[in-house]
């Protein structure tokens, strides 16, 4: 059996680190670090036909052409390289045989070339780039690229970041303990820009992969080994190492201070939930900091409760705590950035499981707020902790604005598919901000609306409201949303639904199969954008 306390998660136990990735001074037309002593493989970007059917090599390509004395352009046609983002060809020049005193023009440069597509060169293109190239370089191989055109620093970042997110491998639960694999080292080289902006650029865009690889790294724990008890320890484990303040308070608290619904959620499971309060404050706090709280859904393991969720719809509830995971990373990225406001994640941390004491659909419980639910249906478990833990932080935090995120209702998933969260927000501002960060951190959202009329279906005869919606009402997304903001009253609040973008049921180039860590980009570049602005 796996013992749960000695299983610490990769990011924080450093056994598996990022890839290291330098920028230096230079390009591919005079560097040293191209040569055969410093570099194994050199990485060469390239466009599609601008009109004629031949690639179009960037002028980096160009220059090495010059340098290696050999025709790349002719090499990408050989390879039927058209240059869209992400594809990668590979180049091996041979070593001279036989006669003596033979030369080539590459003597003593890297003989590992590497043709990579970089499509229209946009920040998205680079970054499906960056991640695509990750699947060609070898562990231990000393890597060096020209991205040509324009290496400004968002460039960089975007490429580095596309690189982070495509070497994540989740870590398996194995009988002996996984080697430490060696890293590439990877140099990108500057090109006409400042170094030291560009390792800035690169630095961020580390801290952010590294937020993103932690929120990957504690969904795709499984069930077993990621109970409330082990999560909250994991957060304790993170807080302490990011100099982060942190409060667990454990089922008692929740039963002193009325926490009807989260209890009821938690009942069915052997497992006690926790409620988790991380807090980031600013080294210095500015006059116009604003308090911003996070609140992320924590259900370890969603089974449904006794409405048992089906066993093809059970197996991935494991990453039904994917938005806690977030809230999480994002105070751990937070901190590393020392970003200016005053940051609060709050998460209820909960397995919703089945047993004699599970809640039952017909319950009517008493919530944190006084408010009263009527229990319709146990596997909308999610709204109910989330519900709490909203009115408990506008209660007690005097927040500027909350943002919930959480794996709410498969409905958003059939309504945008894995690639877009579902944004619902009572204020527009917090809304056009939230969009405009998640088309720059490529995390995308798309507002839905909190519709009036809608409200009606969560009248009850029996309670204050209704957990759910009558099954024939249809627009299962937004009737979450319209319960949830019945207990963020008088506040700005945001609501993200993750249940599509947290989770990849393939790989794709910038993930691996599994939890996604959606969300850290999109939550650090919103925490970025709108720092220390006023209320
Ligand atoms: N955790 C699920 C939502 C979910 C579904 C996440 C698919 C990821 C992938 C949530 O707790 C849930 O079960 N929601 C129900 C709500 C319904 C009972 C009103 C759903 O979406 O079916
Ligand atoms: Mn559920
Ligand atoms: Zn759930």
Known sequence: MVDPTHFTIDTMTGRLVLPEVIAADGTVETTPLITADHCDTVVLAIQPPAGDDSVRPTPGATAASLRYGVDLADAAE???????????????????????????????????????????????????????????????????????????????????????????????????????????????LSGRHRLDSLTDALGAAQTVATGTWLARDLANTPSNIKTPQWFAAQCEAIAAAEGLDITVHDESWLADRGFGATLAVAGGSANPPRFVVISHEPVTAGDGARHVVIVGKGITYDSGGLCLKPRTAMVPMKTDMAGAATAVATALVARRLNLPDRITVVVPVAENAISGSAYRPGDVLTTFSGATVEVTNTDAEGRLILAEALSWAVAELEPDLVIDIATLTGASRMALGDRHGVLYSNDDETAADLEQAASRAHEYLWRMPLVDSYRAGLESSLADIRQTAASQWGAGSIMAALFLEHFAPKTSWAHLDIAGAARAEKPRADTAAGATGYGVGLLAQYLLLSAGREQ
């Open 78 to 188: 050989r390879c039927h390289a058209k240059g869209k983002a992400g594809e990668c060809n590979v180049v091996s020049l041979p070593r001279v045989h036989g006669r003596r005193n033979a030369s080539v023009p590459w003597d003593g440069l890297a003989r590992r070339i590497i043709l990579l597509g970089i499509g229209e060169g946009t920040e998205s293109d680079i970054r499906t780039a960056g991640a695509a190239l990750w699947r060609h370089i070898d562990s231990d191989e000393r890597t060096v690229i020209d991205l040509g055109p324009r290496t400004a620093p968002e460039i960089f970042a975007s490429f580095a970041g596309g690189l982070f997110l495509g070497a994540y491998r989740p870590k398996r639960v194995t009988k002996t303990a996984a080697e430490t694999s060696s890293s590439p080292q990877i140099v990108m």
